[in-house]
């Protein structure tokens, strides 16, 4: 048999434990400049730190659906306002169910997170609703002619075309709003301040044209009927104040629907206009997906629409119609709520693929995408309760518990020190090495994947400071196990480094077990308690294999740690060493000469 070459150690052995201790410092530098280019240099706080906004939404019985609060509409429910709160970029949003009807929305502060509380709040279905008539709103009571019909503020002059930019000049109706094709010729009232919607345009469905259009008078939706609901419709329209926010919160409020409703809408801030809209033809489950783009011909921001297949068949039949009515009949409400959050014309029928274009600014572009995305809940809510949550209690719950976490880590220091003495030093750079892989991936995962850090986080760390002393405890305690069997400190380290690794796998594998399934079986801060500690838990076994495990190696070479001196905490004498085992050699006794 070969012998083994000389300066190589047993497998797992000690050559070079510096390319370890390399690669691991590497790793830190890289984290720490990844934290600092990014700006990121502290952990992202939760709303128990931060401070924040707690919002409580309560599910509501809606006509003709009396089971229709159930877990699966509040689940979904859940899903969609999450969302729709996660596409404003606020992060470590908190949206979860409390009893039956209840959902909490807990939003931290931070950069839109006053624009997701607006948009929490608006949480019922979204409907795109048919324009009958649209006027100016304001405090003063409307004249006579203006309440007789509903349609009559709204109806352009006999003549005047739905496409014209010079034209349909009535002091009350508002800018118009137009929807026309991404494939389809943009129209002239598309390059004024209102809005319009473009879409592809199906080669076998001509546009009418725009003398074949029948005027408003002509319309039956416009036209005022002896029927006693039209009358009621007229009067709550004449009566409508949009200036009034209760006015402007309840119109439209309770309706079915397929019935029409009276609501406000808002085209310029300051300013409000108010409605009356048909029955709702295509609701909010039928957007497939929508979002803010920059048309690349003009530059300025538009919204694209994109319909499921049954709502751009619903999509093609509604603004096929209104492509042949007169202002303001050719729109189509965006209904959110009771408030109409857009009402763009039509000059052409359209179907899967819409865009919306005009008077856009980029917040106001991406707030209507993400509504239209959004929007549709399964469930009307009731906001009963807003409560601004500050961060003085969470602030002091945190310094008790750094507190906390300060005393528990001096004690294991002091343990580490009087027990293991020079093992200690190794112990505690291990401990800082841990602490700053966490803090910087910690750091570093709220601007990646939305991770803030909470109450119960901070509690994981504490915990992780324990599972990390432990593995540092087991893989001395293999060394002083070696040293006490008479073996020098060299081969005593990579002897006990094989059974110290298995110990150290298993323990952790079921610490991070426990955290995996504490992470998926609950919700809210809970789970950042069990993210907290199953990362850290990871990083314990990088931190031991990568820089206890070398780091011992090497200071298994010096004087101070071979020699085995009393503040080593490697004293063989200390130790109760037994002296090295010897095999006794068979000494033959000389034999006596046989007698013949």
């Avoid at 109806?155 to 930019?165: F, H, L, M, V």
């Avoid at 048309?295 to 093609?316: H, L, N, P």
């Amino acid at each position: 048999m070969a012998a083994p070459k000389k300066g190589r150690g047993p497998a797992g052995g000690q050559g070079r434990p510096g390319r370890a201790l390399a690669l691991i410092l590497i790793v830190m530098v890289a984290l720490a400049g990844g934290m600092f280019l990014s700006g990121h240099t502290t952990p992202r706080l939760g709303i128990d730190l931060a401070g924040g906004t707690s919002i409580t939404l309560e599910a509501q019985n809606q006509p003709g659906k009396p089971n229709a609060i159930n877990q699966t509409n509040m689940d979904t429910a859940v899903g969609i306002i999450e969302r729709r709160v996660n596409g404003l970029g606020v992060s470590e949003a908190e949206v979860q169910t409390q009893g039956n009807k209840n959902i909490i929305v807990n939003i931290p502060k931070g950069t839109n997170s006053k624009q997701a509380q607006e948009q929490v709040g608006t949480t019922a279905q979204l409907y795109f609703r048919p324009v009958l008539t649209v006027q100016a709103s304001g405090p003063e009571e409307p004249k006579p002619s203006d309440s007789a019909s509903p349609s009559a503020s709204g109806t352009p002059k006999p003549g005047e075309s739905a496409q014209g930019e010079d034209k349909a000049k009535d002091e009350d109706k508002p800018q118009g709003e137009e929807a026309t094709g991404s494939e389809a010729t943009p129209s002239a009232s598309a390059t004024t301040q209102g809005r319009a919607v473009t879409g592809a345009l199906k080669k076998d469905d001509p546009t009418p044209a725009a003398s074949d259009k029948p005027k408003a008078s002509d319309s039956p939706e416009a036209s005022p009927s002896a029927d006693p609901a039209t009358a009621k419709l007229q009067e709550e329209f004449a009566k409508l104040d949009c200036t009034d926010p209760k006015q402007r919160t309840e119109a439209g409020q309770g309706a079915k629907p397929s019935d029409s409703i009276v609501a406000c809408g808002s085209n310029v801030p300051g300013s409000y206009e108010k409605y009356v809209l048909g029955p709702a033809e295509v609701s909010g489950r039928d957007v497939d997906d929508a979002k803010a783009a920059i048309d690349q011909r003009t530059g300025q921001w538009i919204v694209s629409m994109e319909f499921t297949s049954a709502g751009a068949k619903k999509f093609q039949t509604i603004t096929g119609r209104l492509a042949q009515q007169q202002p303001p009949m050719n729109q189509f409400g965006i209904v959110l709520d009771g408030e109409v959050v857009s009402a763009p014309s039509v000059s052409q029928a359209l179907s899967k693929n819409a865009q919306i274009s005009g008077s856009f600014t980029q917040q106001s572009a991406e707030d209507l995408g993400n509504i239209l995305s959004y929007g549709a809940l399964p469930l009307t809510f009731k906001e009963v309760s807003v409560t601004t949550v500050t961060a003085a209690l969470g602030s002091e719950q945190l310094k008790g518990g750094l507190i906390a976490g300060a005393i528990g880590l001096a004690l294991v220091v002091l343990y580490l020190v009087v027990y293991y003495r020079g093992l200690s030093f190794i112990a505690l750079l291990s401990l800082l090495v841990s602490g700053v892989l966490t803090y910087t991936i910690m750091s570093l995962l709220g601007p990646a994947i939305g991770f803030a850090l909470n109450l119960p986080a901070v509690c994981g760390a504490i915990v992780a400071i324990g599972i990390t002393a432990d593995s540092f405890i087991v893989y001395f305690e293999r060394v002083r196990d070696e040293i006490r069997e008479g073996r020098t400190l060299r081969p005593a380290i990579e002897r006990a480094w094989p059974r110290a690794r298995r110990t150290i796998l298993v323990s952790d594998f079921v610490s991070f077990l426990a955290a995996a399934v504490l992470f998926i079986v609950t919700v809210g801060k809970v789970q950042g308690f069990a993210f907290t500690l199953g990362l850290t838990t990871l990083l314990d076994v990088v931190v031991v294999f990568f820089f206890t495990k070398p780091l011992m190696t090497l200071m298994g070479r010096t004087k101070f740690f071979s020699k085995g001196g009393p503040w080593s905490g490697l004293d063989p004498k200390r130790l109760g060493a037994q002296p090295p085992l010897r095999r006794s050699r068979r000494v033959n006794a000389p034999t006596e000469p046989k007698e013949a």
